[in-house]
């Protein structure tokens, strides 16, 4: 039933609720752990059509990359020639929200320089807080088919069982080697996401996208890191003319003097159903179904880095998309609480004008992509 304010809480939390049940049944507490990978039509009917997660342990260990990256002799030799983009930010926070003077939260993009592989891997083991710089190569426009083809034969070039269900091949294939610092911001694609660690391990939080009104997405202006070598800092600069990007408002892990701010901002996450916490280790492949909110960190293995590539595949745009682009578009009263002078977002809640948050495109996904 319709609230004084027009929004529908007891039914939109409800679903949460519903949604979590179906994601992973009453009874269990974790994303399901399939021992192998699964036949096609298992993964079809399970899990692709369900919309629901699942970790598949013993899934890449035939892969030639399993031994060859174990050091970095392989990666370098092979690369030695190639030029890959390399990612940096002052915190290891690419892709998120940044407190910028003029307009207090901005959504902040990366600087991204051009460099020699082995120069960007030497730049990645170095990245420190004292450094000053967090470097993150994860160029995301099907690098590892481009900038990393020299080493494309040591990985497979699509997850055969995921074609075939998916009945396609892979739309972009990304390789992502980052160290401890560097974290991936709420928000979520429009792929089905098939995530392969290779070195050191990944932690995702999950949330279904059903939960979209605990997200807090709104309209942030769009900026960019400029690192400069000679002085080593960061300027973030607006781009003029503005340009808004729908995001997802919450960090999960806020500092320990934001805390208290952050949950009061954000009761809607902080107070509700915990995300599905996910770590992916070496060998492991995580479905990451379309549309589900994802939040990254990363633990290094013993060398210092971790290592992953995932492949994108194109979702359906069915009647489940429907349905969520209809439940984005009704108000949760919580959804409206944040002052603007605190966000620095534009006035509407995106939630509430019933845009599209994704601003994940493959073409040009790295923060300077237009609003799909
Ligand atoms: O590994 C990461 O840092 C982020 C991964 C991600 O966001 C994705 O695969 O869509």
């Known amino acids: 039933m319709l609230g004084a304010d027009g929004s ?49 342990s013993a899934a890449t260990l035939h892969w030639p990359a399993t031994t060859l990256w174990s050091s970095d002799v392989h990666l370098r030799r092979a690369l030695s020639s190639a030029t890959v983009s390399l990612h940096l930010t002052p915190t290891g926070r690419a892709d998120a929200l940044a407190p910028h003077p003029s307009a207090a939260q901005c959504f902040a993009s ?141 960090n999960p892990y806020p500092s320990r003097e934001n805390r208290e701010k952050e949950m009061s901002k954000f009761p809607l996450y902080f107070d509700g159903p915990k ?10 492949i995580l479905y990451l179904p379309s549309m589900w909110f994802h939040h990254v960190r990363q633990s290094p293995d013993s060398r210092g880095r971790t290592i992953a590539i995932n492949y994108w595949y194109d979702m359906q745009f069915d009647i489940k998309y429907a349905y969520f682009n209809f439940l984005q578009s009704i108000s949760h009263p919580s959804s409206h609480d944040m002052e603007l002078h605190e966000t620095g977002c534009l006035g509407t809640s995106i939630c509430s004008s019933g845009d599209e948050p994704d601003i994940n495109v493959v ?10």
């Not at 980052?178 to 996401?193: A, M, P």
């Not at 995300?275 to 060998?283: D, N, S």
């Open 275 to 284: 995300p599905f916490e996910v770590t992916v280790k070496a060998g492991e």
């Open 363 to 372: 073409a040009d996904k790295n923060g300077v992509s237009d609003e799909e």
């Open 110 to 250: 990366a600087h991204v320089e051009p460099m020699p592989f082995p120069l960007a891997l030497d730049a990645i083991y170095s990245s420190d807080l004292d450094s000053k710089f967090v470097a993150y190569a994860q160029q995301q426009n099907d690098c590892f088919r481009s900038e990393y083809a020299a080493i494309g034969g040591d990985c497979e070039p699509h997850i055969e069982w995921a074609s075939e269900a998916l009945g396609c091949l892979p739309e972009a294939v990304n390789l992502w080697i980052g160290n401890q610092l560097s974290e991936t911001s709420f928000h979520k694609d429009h792929y089905e996401n098939l995530y392969a660690v290779v070195a050191g391990e990944k932690h995702f939080l999950l949330l279904p996208p059903t939960d979209v009104h605990r997200m807090y997405i709104r309209n942030y202006p769009a900026a960019h890191y400029y690192y400069s070598k000679d002085t080593g800092e960061f300027k973030l600069e607006l781009e003029n003319p503005v340009r808004y990007v729908p995001w997802c408002s919450v």
């Open 8 to 56: 529908m809480k007891q039914e939109i939390e409800k679903l949460w609720e519903e949604a979590r049940e179906l994601s992973l049944g009453t009874t269990a507490t974790a994303v399901e752990r399939l021992p192998s990978p699964p036949t096609p039509l298992e993964f079809l009917r399970r899990f692709v059509s369900a919309n629901k997660p699942c970790l598949i």
